[in-house]
């Protein structure tokens, strides 16, 4: 087995940090129940350590980083950055233009 590069590393552990932190209000016995998974298993899934001292959540976290994906929660709305580039800079065109002219002065 080989080292994984450092960009990888990182990133696997904020998917690592991302998924335990969804858990902590879920319990692991609801989380068993929605995804057809024993808990005892759930449970090895999440604390067991392997040969290469990760668990199996580590493990696919890492695998999610080399693949580029993230773990974010299902209300987040994805937005390619080119595009919320140009709506920032549409929305400061219209600000500026639009905006009211301030009473109280240089502040």
Same mark, same amino acid.
């Given at each position: 087995?080989?080292?994984? &590069?450092?960009?990888?590393?990182?990133? *696997?552990? /904020?998917?690592? &940090? *991302?998924?335990?932190?969804?858990? /902590?209000?879920?319990?692991?016995?609801?989380i068993?129940?929605?995804?057809?998974?024993? &808990?005892?298993?759930?449970?090895?899934? %999440?604390?067991?350590?392997?040969?290469?001292?990760? &668990?199996?959540?580590?493990?696919?976290?890492?695998? %999610?980083?080399?693949?580029?994906?993230?773990?974010v929660?299902? /209300?987040?709305?994805?937005? $390619?950055? $080119?595009?919320?580039?140009? %709506?920032? %800079?549409?929305?400061?065109?219209?600000?500026?233009?639009?905006?009211?002219?301030s009473?109280?002065?240089?502040?």
């Open positions: 087995m080989t080292d994984m &590069t450092q960009p990888v590393q990182a990133a *696997a552990q /904020r998917i690592t &940090t *991302a998924m335990f932190k969804a858990m /902590r209000d879920t319990p692991q016995v609801r068993a129940e929605l995804t057809g998974i024993s &808990t005892s298993a759930l449970s090895r899934m %999440l604390n067991d350590k392997g040969d290469d001292d990760r &668990t199996q959540l580590e493990r696919f976290a890492a695998v %999610l980083a080399a693949l580029d994906q993230r773990v929660p299902a /209300r987040h709305v994805a937005v $390619d950055p $080119d595009e919320l580039k140009a %709506l920032r %800079l549409l929305a400061a065109q219209r600000c500026l233009e639009g905006a009211p002219q009473q109280m002065g240089d502040l």
